[in-house]
């Protein structure tokens, strides 16, 4: 395992989670799902962050020496053919990751749904479909579409934290810059 394991979520009542270790180019991800039959916002919450503890503790995120949240930033609105807030559940599943990720010391990367998209096809406006098989072609797995999302975002994580240490080592003098 590397000492770095990167976590992405893709944040709602169905929430993607993937947990990315670079030095294998292994990723683990999957979906904790929701619906109103498991209640209240509050007990649906309660479900994801109960069942988030288990793929985290399963997915060796407890032994990693540091580890690096990436989490999807969101649009909000109203969708008209539900006639309620899309923004919602999501905007409580990031806010509820967040905490999480402040209480075991871990650093936060918040991910564009657009860089998600292009750190896995190349392409900002990809689908949901064309993004899921990119991540099979990479990881040789088939995910469901939030799971899929959830690997892209850890993917963005891994990139940014990579930069921000090379520009800590260019700014320490260790590293020169090159074009």
């Known amino acids: 395992m590397s000492e770095t394991l990167f976590v992405g979520i893709d944040p709602g009542f169905n929430c993607g989670v993937a947990i990315y270790d670079p030095g294998e ?3 683990f991800a999957l979906v904790i799902r929701t619906t109103k039959r498991h ?3 509050t007990a649906r919450l309660q479900k994801i962050l ?3 503890a ?3 503790t399963s997915g060796g995120v ?4 540091r580890v690096v949240l990436g989490v999807e930033t969101q649009f909000g609105g109203r969708n008209p053919k539900f006639g309620s807030d899309t923004a919602r559940g999501p905007a409580a599943v990031r806010g509820m990751m967040v905490g999480l990720a402040a209480a075991r010391g871990w650093e936060v990367v918040e991910v564009a749904p ?3 998209k292009r750190a896995m096809t ?3 406006k990809a689908s949901k479909k064309q993004v899921q098989a990119m991540c099979e072609k990479r990881f040789g797995q088939h995910l469901a579409y939030d799971a899929a999302d959830a690997v892209a975002i850890a ?3 891994e990139a940014e934290d990579r930069v921000v240490a090379r520009v800590a080592r260019i700014q320490a003098g260790a590293e020169e810059v090159t074009s």
């Open 25 to 27: 180019n292994d990723v």
């Open 39 to 41: 209640g209240d916002d």
């Open 50 to 52: 109960a069942n988030l």
């Open 54 to 56: 288990l793929v985290l």
């Open 62 to 65: 407890g032994s990693a020496e």
């Open 114 to 116: 657009a860089a998600a």
């Open 122 to 124: 190349g392409n900002a």
């Open 155 to 157: 993917l963005v994580a």
